[in-house]
């Protein structure tokens, strides 16, 4: 796969809300694979808000099974997960796929069932792409970014300005 290709998000929606689980369902998936920082929640916050309970209680109800797939330090991502009742994959070095790979052994899924969902295309959108998985791109969760995410968001947007997406 070229890095364009690699790029691209399957599926673009603006928020966590606006999947359609039951077109996923019928299309054979069952594990959804979860950024956290401005995907499920507020970027770098210790632990999740309303938002992600109640979206993750969402795609249990709708039958999926859910994992964090974070590049964050173990003890913030974990601790994250551990309050939503769900496993968690840290330091997953995204855009390398390699986090994705251990979410998927971890979860005992194959990965034309899994769909990766996050905010950024230079690690969420590529890292799930080159495992290669469904990927889903959502907007950000929250204006509130640490600096090095404000410092890529210019070039995100010129990439999906010449993607279209």
Known sequence: MNIFAAMKPNAVYKSLYDIPLETLKEEGKTCLLLDFDNTLGPDHATVPDKYAFDFIEKVRNA??????????????SSGIA???????????????PDGVYRALKLMDTPKENAVMIGDQVFTDVIAGRLAPVYTIMVEKYSSKEIWYVV???????????????
Request: net charge positive; proline share 7%; hydrophobic share 35%.
């Open 151 to 165: 410092l890529k968001r210019p070039f995100e947007k010129l990439v999906r300005l010449i993607g279209r997406f």
């Open 63 to 76: 039958g999926f099974i859910c994992c964090l797939v974070s590049n964050a330090k173990s003890s913030r």
């Open 82 to 96: 551990d309050k939503l009742g769900i496993p968690c994959v840290t330091y997953a070095h995204k855009p390398r």
